[in-house]
């Protein structure tokens, strides 16, 4: 499998942009998980999924930020409209879960929003 | 809720001497503990993981862990660092039973002199 994959690498968008970051778990993973890091906050939970389905969105501001799995082998992170305090290093994450099983993350979006 | 601390935000060590990452977690009952290495532009890789048995537990690249219920800690530790060890780690948990969020601690960077 090629593991997690993560696109695009890089995006550098205008503020009020909409931004769409995508991923692709590694095949059979039931869980997939969106992460944001900052240099001043660290790694943060943003969202995850159980079998396509959001278990926990408390992490990701609900007004600009959706996240959606419409199949097993696709997730999507939109932002809309961006802002310049969205900038970040975004990371999908995807595991066979529950607890007892590593999370394998995908390389990562750099967003810059000028 | 779990939470984990690494109370180290740099560490310096030179080439060739032995390394202690802290690494404290608060938790309720027995986690699930993990060690993760980010090199620069990278994804997140797990180095090991504990879930059970034995507390000393071996991972990748020559490190090791120790769980210490008693103190709270999953220190990791590395008997020789090489040049190629520097990168950002972090200590997660990941909580049994129930919901699975895995909570990551803030980092800490590994610098390594020649």
């Known amino acids: 499998d090629a593991g997690v994959i993560q696109s695009p690498r890089h995006e550098v968008t205008e503020m009020g942009q909409e931004v769409t970051l995508r991923c692709k778990p590694i095949s059979g993973h039931d869980y997939l998980f969106w992460y944001r890091q900052t240099m001043m906050q660290g790694l943060e939970l943003l969202v995850y999924?159980?079998?396509?389905?959001?278990?926990?969105d408390s992490g990701m501001p609900k007004d600009r930020f959706s996240a959606k799995m419409p199949n097993a082998s696709f997730s999507t992170l939109k932002i809309q409209p961006s802002e310049p305090r969205d900038s970040a290093v975004y990371f999908c994450?995807?595991?066979?879960?529950?607890?007892?099983?590593?999370?394998?993350f995908g390389q990562g979006t750099r967003l810059t929003v000028v | 809720a779990q939470s984990v601390t690494q109370p180290d935000i740099h560490i310096t060590v030179s080439e060739g001497a032995s390394l202690e990452l802290r690494c404290n977690y608060s938790y309720g009952a027995t986690p699930y503990l993990f060690w993760y290495v980010q090199s620069p532009g990278q994804g997140l890789q797990l180095l090991l993981k504990?879930?059970?048995?034995?507390?000393l537990v071996q991972g990748i690249k020559g490190f090791e862990a120790e769980f210490k219920r008693s103190q709270s800690s999953f220190n990791l530790r590395k008997p020789s660092v090489h040049w190629s060890d520097a990168a950002e780690y972090f200590c997660?948990?990941?909580?049994?039973?129930?919901?699975?969020?895995?909570?990551f601690g803030r980092g800490t960077s590994l610098i390594v002199h020649p």
């Open positions: 999924f159980n079998n396509k389905a959001v278990m926990d």
């Open positions: 994450a995807s595991s066979l879960g529950p607890s007892n099983t590593e999370a394998f």
């Open positions: 504990y879930f059970s048995g034995d507390t």
């Open positions: 997660a948990v990941g909580a049994q039973g129930g919901s699975y969020i895995p909570t």
